[in-house]
C-alpha cells in the first residue's frame, strides 16, 4: 500500500531513502510537462492543441524544461525532505491509484505492463516468485519489484520536481494470493470532475419514477376513450367461406360485405329465435329488411358497426308494419321521390323528419329519439295506420327506453323477447287489437315507469295493407284467421304487479283481465293512475290499496268486485278521481271519503249487482246518507250517485261545490226538495241548453201518478223512481 500524506512516503514497512529518476522517469516528466505547456498555451485552437498532443505522446515534443527541475535547481540548500516528496511524484498528475475489483489475473497483466512502459525494464514481472519475496522483506530492494515503487535514491536527480505536479504512488497486488478480491491499479481522477447525468443515480431513479407515471396516465387515457366509444355489444363471429368458387353455381353472387359475415352477424345477433334467413320467404319483413342493409342503404354499415342492429331492427319495424301509406310519416319505400317530411302535431305545431328506410340516419326517422352517442332511445309512432304484428327483433334496440305505438291496427300478441329491453322506462300499446295472455317476461322490466295496455277490445277500425287486404280490427289476428270476436288481452295482471317499483301509471282497461287485485298493489309507492276499468275483475278493493299515498286517478268501474269502499280511503290525500261503478258493492259511504279534498270526480253509480252485471240484487249497493261534508269537496265536478238505495235528504252544504257540471241522483232513496244552493248552480253550470252539465232527480210522478220522490223545480231532467225513465225539462 502506497499513500502520500505530507511530506512522508510508506512503502511497505520500510520507507525510502533519496533516489534519482530513471531515465524513463525523466522522459515521463518531460512528456507530461511538455503536454501542459501545451494546454496553458491559451493562443492555440482547440485543433492545433489535440494535434500537438497526439505528436508528444508520441515522442514529438521539444526538450522543453519543466517547472519541477527549475524548482530543483533553486533548492540547493540540501533541503532532503522536500527533494524526498518530490521524488514520489512518479506517475503523472492524471494518475491516481484507486482500488476496483478484478479477479482477472490477465487485466492484471496488462496494468503491470502500463506501469513498466513508464518506468523502464527496471521492474520485474509481477510473477517473479524472487521478487515477491523480496517485497515481503522489510528491507526496500532497489529498483521497481512486485508491490514496491523505484527506491528513493534511483529517482533523486540534478532536477528539481515540482511539488505541485499532484503526482500519486501506484501500488501493484500481490496476484499469487488465493483469490484477491481487489485490484488495485492507477487511474484518471479530476478532483472537479462529474460523473455523466445518465449514470447519475438520482437522476435515473427521477426518470424512472416520472416514465412510471406517464405510462399509468397513457394508460387510464386508453382505458377512459375505449370506454366512451363502446356502445352496443356486437357479436363477432367468425366466418368460414371458400376463396375459390363452389362446383354447383349459387343463386346470387357473394358482396364483400356478405362474405365479410354481415349475414351470419344480423342472423345470429338479432333474429334470437335460431332463425335464419335462408328459411324464409322473399316476402318475410326480416328477410326484406336484410336485403335493404346490403344493397339498398346508402350507409353501408359494415358488420363491427355499432349502429347495425339497430337500423337493421327499425328496417324490421318498417316492413313488418305494412300500409299503403304511414298516416304522418310514410316510409320512403312508399315515396321514393321524398325524403323527408313535414309533420304538424296536435298544437298546429310543425317539424321536418326524415322518412323510414331513406338515406338519413336512423336518427332522425320519424318517430325516433336517440342520444347525443346515436344510440336509439326511442320509437313513437302514435296514429300511422301501422298494420302488421310487433316483430321479436325488437329486442335488438337494447337501450331503448319507451316504445310507444298506440292508435294503430297492430295485433297478434306481445313478443316474449320484450323483456331484454331492461332500460325500458315506458311501454304504450294502447287501442290496439293485441290478444293473448301478457307474457311473464314482462315483469322483468323492473325499470318501467308507464304501462300501457288498455283498449285492446271492441275496436272497430279498418285497414288496407300495401296489397290491398283489409285488415278488421274486431277479430283476432284483424280476422286473417276467420271472424273470431277478438276479446283482449288475458290472464291476471296483478298477480307479479309488485315487482314495477318505479311504476306510476298501469293502464289496463276494457281488456279481459281477471282475477283479484294483488295485495303486492300496495308496494307501488309512486303509483298515481291506476285504471281497470271494465274487466273481469273480481273480488275485494284491497286494503293495501290505501298505501299507495300519490294515487291520483283510481279507475274500478264494470268489473265483478264485491266490496265495500274501505275505511281508510281518506289516506289518499292526493285522490282526484275514484270510480267503482258497475261493480257489487255495498256499505255506507265512509267517512274518510269526505277528507277527499282534490277529489274531481266521485262515480259510485249503478252499483246493485250482487253476482254479474245483468243481476240486480236490491240488497246490494251503497246505503247510509249523503253527509254534510259532502260540501267540503269544492273542486268535485262529477258527482254520480244513481242507482243505489242510499238514503236521506240531499243537504244544503252541496252547494258549496260550485264546480259541479254533473250531478246525477236519480233512481235513489234521496227524498226531500232540492236545496235552493244547488239550484243556484245551474244558471252556472248545471243546465243542458249548451250541453255542458246535467241535473238528475227523482222528480216525475212517482210510478206515473204518485206523489214524485223528489221535488225539484231546477233539474234538467226529471226521471221516474219505479220505471228509471228520465225525460228533460223543458
Not at 514 to 531: A, H, P, Q, W
Not at 685 to 704: Q, S
Amino acid at each position: 500500500m502506497v499513500t502520500d500524506r505530507g511530506n512522508t512516503l510508506t512503502h511497505g514497512k520500510a520507507s525510502t531513502d533519496k533516489m534519482d529518476l530513471p531515465p524513463e522517469g525523466r522522459a515521463a516528466l518531460d512528456k507530461r510537462n511538455a503536454i501542459q505547456q501545451v494546454m496553458k498555451d491559451a493562443s492555440l485552437s482547440g485543433a492545433e492543441r489535440s494535434k500537438k498532443i497526439q505528436a508528444i505522446m508520441k515522442g514529438n515534443f521539444p526538450n522543453v524544461e519543466s517547472a519541477d527541475d527549475q524548482e530543483y535547481d533553486s533548492s540547493a540548500d540540501g533541503n532532503v525532505s522536500r527533494n524526498y516528496q518530490n521524488s514520489t511524484s512518479v506517475l503523472p498528475s492524471h494518475m491516481l491509484a484507486t482500488a476496483r475489483s478484478n479477479q482477472n489475473k490477465e487485466s492484471s497483466r496488462t496494468a503491470m505492463t502500463l506501469f513498466h512502459s513508464m518506468y523502464g525494464n527496471s521492474t520485474p514481472s509481477i510473477y517473479d516468485e524472487q521478487d515477491n519475496e523480496s517485497a515481503s522483506t522489510d528491507t526496500p530492494t532497489p529498483g521497481v519489484g512486485f508491490g514496491s515503487l523505484p527506491h528513493p535514491e534511483e529517482l533523486i536527480t540534478n532536477e528539481v520536481v515540482d511539488p505541485n505536479s499532484g503526482l500519486a504512488v501506484a501500488t501493484a497486488v500481490d496476484l499469487d494470493e488465493d483469490d484477491p478480491d481487489y485490484l488495485y491499479e492507477a487511474i484518471e481522477y479530476d478532483p472537479n470532475s462529474k460523473p455523466p447525468l445518465h449514470k447519475n443515480r438520482r437522476f435515473r431513479t427521477y426518470t424512472c419514477f416520472a416514465f412510471i407515471i406517464i405510462l399509468i396516465v397513457i394508460s387510464c387515457l386508453v382505458v377512459y376513450i375505449v370506454s366512451e366509444t363502446r356502445t352496443t355489444k356486437i357479436i363477432t363471429v367468425d366466418v368460414d367461406y371458400q376463396a375459390q368458387p363452389t362446383v354447383s353455381p349459387s343463386a346470387s353472387p357473394i358482396t364483400d360485405r356478405e362474405r365479410s359475415g354481415i349475414i351470419l352477424q344480423l342472423q345470429t345477433g338479432v333474429l334470437l329465435r335460431n332463425e335464419t334467413f335462408e328459411e324464409m320467404d322473399e316476402f318475410d319483413p326480416r328477410r326484406r329488411a336484410l336485403d335493404w342493409i346490403l344493397n339498398i342503404d346508402v350507409q353501408q354499415f359494415e358488420s363491427d358497426d355499432a349502429r347495425l342492429y339497430q337500423r337493421f331492427a327499425l328496417a324490421i319495424l318498417a316492413f313488418a308494419f305494412d300500409s299503403k301509406a304511414w298516416y304522418y310519416c310514410p316510409s320512403s319505400m312508399h315515396h321514393s321521390f321524398l325524403s323527408q317530411c313535414v309533420v304538424t302535431d296536435s298544437n298546429n305545431s310543425t317539424e321536418t323528419s326524415a322518412r323510414w328506410l331513406s338515406r338519413f340516419s336512423e336518427c332522425e326517422w320519424y318517430g325516433v329519439t336517440c342520444s347525443a352517442d346515436e344510440i336509439v332511445r326511442g320509437v313513437d309512432l302514435i296514429q300511422n295506420e301501422l298494420i302488421g304484428t310487433i316483430p321479436h327483433e325488437i329486442a335488438a334496440l337494447s337501450f331503448l327506453q319507451f316504445f310507444a305505438l298506440p292508435y294503430n291496427c297492430i295485433f297478434g300478441t306481445i313478443p316474449p323477447e320484450i323483456s331484454s329491453l331492461r332500460h325500458l322506462l315506458s311501454l304504450e300499446l294502447q287501442e290496439n287489437a293485441l290478444s293473448g295472455v301478457i307474457p311473464a317476461s314482462l315483469y322483468d322490466l323492473t325499470k318501467l315507469q308507464q304501462l300501457n295496455l288498455a283498449n285492446q277490445y271492441g275496436q272497430t277500425r279498418t285497414c288496407t295493407t300495401s296489397r290491398g287486404q283489409e285488415i278488421d280490427m274486431k277479430y283476432r289476428m284483424g280476422g286473417l284467421g276467420g271472424p273470431f270476436d277478438a276479446f283482449g288481452l288475458e290472464g291476471n295482471p296483478s298477480s307479479n304487479v309488485g315487482v314495477f317499483r318505479s311504476l306510476k301509471g298501469l293502464y289496463l282497461q276494457n281488456n279481459a283481465f281477471t282475477g283479484e287485485i294483488s295485495d303486492e298493489i300496495g308496494n307501488l309507492k309512486y303509483l298515481r293512475f291506476l285504471d281497470l276499468t271494465d274487466n273481469f275483475i273480481e273480488g275485494p278493493i284491497p286494503e293495501d290499496l290505501m298505501k299507495v299515498r300519490k294515487l291520483r286517478i283510481l279507475l274500478l268501474s264494470e268489473n265483478f268486485l264485491h266490496s265495500s269502499l274501505p275505511s281508510d280511503i281518506g289516506q289518499l290525500s292526493d285522490l282526484q278521481s275514484l270510480t267503482v261503478n258497475g261493480n257489487s258493492m255495498h256499505g255506507d259511504i265512509p267517512p274518510g271519503l269526505y277528507n277527499l279534498t282534490k277529489l274531481e270526480n266521485l262515480r259510485l253509480d249503478e252499483t246493485l249487482m250482487a253476482n254479474s252485471p245483468w243481476l240486480v240484487d236490491p240488497d246490494e249497493g251503497f246505503t247510509g246518507t249523503l253527509s254534510e261534508r259532502i260540501g267540503e269537496l269544492k273542486k268535485l265536478r262529477l258527482l254520480l250517485l244513481s242507482n243505489n238505495p242510499i238514503s236521506g235528504t240531499i243537504p244544503n252544504e252541496l252547494g258549496n261545490c260550485t264546480q259541479l257540471t254533473n250531478v246525477r241522483l236519480h233512481r235513489t232513496n234521496l227524498t226531500g226538495t232540492m236545496p235552493m244552493s244547488v239550484c243556484l248552480l245551474r244558471d252556472k253550470f248545471l243546465n243542458n241548453k249548451a250541453n255542458t252539465g246535467v241535473l238528475y232527480a227523482d222528480c216525475r210522478p212517482y210510478n206515473r201518478t204518485g206523489v214524485p220522490w223528489l221535488k225539484c223545480g231546477c233539474c234538467t231532467d226529471c226521471c221516474d223512481h219505479t220505471t228509471g225513465v228520465c225525460i228533460a225539462d223543458d
